[in-house]
T-cell receptor, first 116, second 113 residues
Framework: AQKITQTQPGMFVQEKEAVTLDCTYD???????LFWYKQPSSGEMIFLIY??????QNATEGRYSLNFQKARKSANLVISASQLGDSAMYFC?????????????FGKGTRLSVIA | ETGVTQTPRHLVMGMTNKKSLKCEQH?????MYWYKQSAKKPLELMFV???????ENNSVPSRFSPECPNSSHLFLHLHTLQPEDSALYLC????????????FGSGTRLTVV
């Protein structure tokens, strides 16, 4: 079974608007971490934001925020005030456990296109 | 500059060739990873090295052979590849206990002809 599901292969958003990229996950481990990465056409994977399973508040990093709904096992990424440079692939990932020893598992990604 | 450097950026090789991909990090991380990224598929974990010891081999064919001579360098040796091995190969590093995930390199775009 897939551990990370991203149901939106592609999304379009108007410049300066907000957009939500969906991510659901599956784990029975009470301790886990959720990550979002951005991959521009250059190929490099850029870390955006992290949410721990025990974190009480939703993570925020600048224009990025994570809408963490633990009961629903969802960790949607919200990008506010979209910019043309936000056009890229976005990957949701999860690491189970809290030792940092387990590898990240990635979803299939969502391609975001920002329109001027 | 991401802190993780991969060379070469692009590689075209024949099915009978032998080549190596190189990954280098000077972030002081103690774990390094190889991932394969094919079109329309999730990133596939290939190998994990913790403190220079291989701790995971995700059923990768033997035509891919990793080497980790020290905690800063990771290689992926390639031989007798197939066209379906064409993909972006990403190297990453991390520090155990840290919550900031991985630092990735820019990847090597491999084409097997």
């Amino acid at each position: 079974a897939q551990k990370i599901t991203q149901t939106q292969p592609g999304m379009f958003v108007q410049e300066k608007e907000a957009v939500t990229l969906d991510c659901t996950y599956d784990t029975s481990d009470p301790s886990y971490g959720l990550f979002w990465y951005k991959q521009p056409s250059s190929g490099e994977m850029i870390f955006l934001i992290y949410q721990g399973s025990y974190d009480q508040q939703n993570a925020t990093e600048g224009r990025y925020s994570l809408n963490f709904q633990k009961a629903r096992k969802s960790a949607n990424l919200v990008i506010s005030a979209s910019q043309l440079g936000d056009s890229a692939m976005y990957f949701c990932a999860m690491r189970e456990g809290n030792s940092g020893n387990t590898p990240l598992v990635f979803g299939k990604g969502t391609r975001l296109s920002v329109i001027a | 500059e991401t802190g993780v450097t991969q060379t070469p950026r692009h590689l075209v090789m024949g099915m009978t060739n032998k080549k190596s991909l190189k990954c280098e990090q000077h972030l002081g991380h103690n774990a390094m990873y190889w991932y394969k990224q094919s079109a329309k598929k999730p990133l596939e974990l290939m190998f994990v090295y913790n403190f220079k010891e291989q701790t995971e081999n995700n059923s990768v064919p033997s035509r891919f052979s990793p080497e980790c001579p020290n905690s800063s360098h990771l290689f992926l040796h390639l031989h007798t590849l197939q066209p379906e091995d064409s993909a972006l190969y990403l190297c990453a590093s991390s520090q155990h206990g840290k919550t900031n995930g991985y630092t990735f390199g820019s990847g090597t775009r491999l084409t097997v002809v």
